[in-house]
């Protein structure tokens, strides 16, 4: 078993103009620059049966490249207080239709359909529990934030491992976003 989900990377470019954010919270654990993604599809604890399966499909997707700004930032929490505080991704119907594609391409690996509520964002940092305080100050603080886009050429599939420092993350495959060839059909959005 291999724990995957596919995200989009965040460049070293917009990482830096994140990297402020990261403080002012006690007790959260900052993510490091080369962590920092948009995730389109956790597939999480996978045969490999099935993520080659999700590898081939992915590979499949054709969609021209993109691009995307962050604003704003926010924290997921529930009854036992925050879990994460992150930094918003403006929508757009290019991010949209790729996530759509790769819920499609996760259904052909044979993954049960994702049914939460997809908003897309860039996690900054985890906690276990935080206080709402301390977020909601850091939230207030930090509530303007907005980036330059960035071009998506490409997205990729990951590997996660948990460890005590932290999460560790591996690019297992890079899949480039290209055009639909010229004379040819477009999938349907999906």
């Known amino acids: 078993m291999i ?3 596919v995200a989009i990377a965040v460049p070293e470019e917009t990482a830096g103009a994140l990297a402020p954010l990261a403080s002012g919270v006690p007790g959260a654990h900052w993510s490091p620059p080369e962590n920092l993604h948009i995730t389109l599809r956790f597939a999480g604890e996978v045969t490999e049966g099935q993520a080659d ?3 081939a499909a992915l590979g499949a997707i054709v969609t021209s490249p993109f691009d995307v700004s962050l604003g704003g930032v926010g924290a997921f929490g529930d009854e036992n207080g925050i879990h994460a505080l992150w930094a918003g991704v403006e929508p757009g119907e ?3 239709r790729l996530r759509r594609r790769c819920e499609s391409a996760a259904r052909q690996a044979g993954l049960k359909p994702d049914r939460r509520a997809w908003r897309p964002h860039v996690t900054l940092a985890y ?3 935080l206080e709402s305080g301390p977020a909601a100050a850091w939230t207030q603080a930090h509530n303007l934030l907005r980036t ?3 071009t998506v050429e490409r997205f990729g599939l ?3 491992w948990r460890s005590r420092s932290g999460s560790l993350y591996r690019l297992e495959r890079s ?3 290209r055009p639909w060839p010229r004379g040819r059909a477009a999938p349907p959005a999906a």
Request: aromatic share 20%; proline share 14%.
């Open 3 to 5: 724990r995957l989900f």
């Open 94 to 96: 290019p991010l949209a």
């Open 158 to 160: 990951y590997s996660s």
């Open 53 to 55: 399966d999700l590898d």
């Open 148 to 150: 330059g886009p960035f």
């Open 175 to 177: 899949y480039p976003l």
């Open 127 to 129: 906690a276990s529990g």
